[in-house]
């Protein structure tokens, strides 16, 4: 990511940081990582994105004493609040704040391998690849520091409608000038994620849609008030901003409208496609 993408999206998660944990769906997703990870005792662990810890504590309760596990995310808010639960939990767990899609310059050093550095058994990147500008070349990235043979990445992009907000954010921000810090666009497909895997030369083990972990139903009368507590948020203020808000209002109703076609509804359920990857011995 360039300087000016790190910025918005460390902002965007030092915010949230003290809430996080009280969305379900994220905590639901961390345990269900632990499973779809399939991990052992004595395995060593690499959580990328690893926000509050979620995965990572899991990881480490399974992974014991023997296990390494080491926690990367670039916002410094979300790994206060990672190290704050680990150190409660007296677990012994790395945490570094760090650009996910390029992980040079860390130094893992809690177990040496041949080259010097430290290999894992296991990598994981929950709910963070869509924020990547070039997925391929950071999978690519990950790879380098995963064992040969058995190693194995497991990461996940949300379904295609199951963010609405998101997504009419997404296609309204051109007509006012503004980016958004998620690629959405790359993922409309189970196939998609299918695709870097194999480009990065990974072998597919798997790909799943999961359960819904939440749902939500929309209505048209509500759309402006939709609009109004989005950019209360972190992840949408920018289009709060008042020199375009109420530009940016009008264009999100209109979007929703468009979406929810004649009977003024959209039904969203938060769901996602969940890839399991393995490098090649």
């Known amino acids: 990511m360039t300087q000016s993408q790190l910025d918005v999206v460390k902002s965007m998660y030092d915010e949230r940081s003290e809430q996080y944990d009280e969305n379900d769906v994220h905590v639901r997703q961390a345990r ?25 504590i899991g990881a480490k309760q399974v992974t014991g004493s023997s296990g390494c596990v080491v926690g990367v995310d670039i916002s410094e808010g979300m790994l206060n609040v990672a190290r704050r639960k680990a150190q409660a939990a007296g677990l012994d767990i790395a945490f570094f704040n760090h650009d996910v899609s390029d992980l040079t310059g860390l130094e893992f050093v809690p177990q040496a391998s041949e080259d010097g550095g430290l290999l894992f058994d296991v990598i994981t990147c929950a709910s963070a690849l869509i924020l990547l500008p070039d997925p391929l070349q950071a999978v690519k990235n990950w790879k380098a520091v ?6 194995r990445l497991i990461t996940d992009v949300q379904t295609k409608d199951a963010n ?9 921000a051109p007509q006012v000038g503004e980016t958004v810090p998620w690629h959405s666009h790359l993922w409309q497909s189970q196939q998609a994620l299918a695709a870097l895997m194999a480009d990065a030369g990974f072998r597919v083990e798997r790909v799943f849609e999961t359960e819904a972990y939440a749902r939500a139903q929309y209505h048209l009368d509500a759309a402006a008030q939709l609009f109004d507590k989005a950019v209360s948020k972190a992840m949408f203020k920018d289009f709060g901003r008042a020199e375009i808000r109420e530009r940016a209002k009008e264009l999100f109703v209109r979007k929703f409208a468009e979406v929810a076609g004649p009977k003024g509804i ?9 890839i399991v990857a393995t490098k090649p011995g």
């Open 32 to 56: 269900d990582y632990i499973a779809w990870a399939d991990l052992k005792n004595g395995e060593n662990v690499l959580d990328l994105a690893c926000g509050t810890g979620l995965v990572a």
């Open 146 to 151: 995963l064992r040969p043979g058995r190693g």
């Open 164 to 172: 609405v907000v998101m997504n009419i954010f997404s296609a309204v």
């Open 266 to 274: 959209i039904e969203e359920e938060t769901r996602y496609w969940v």
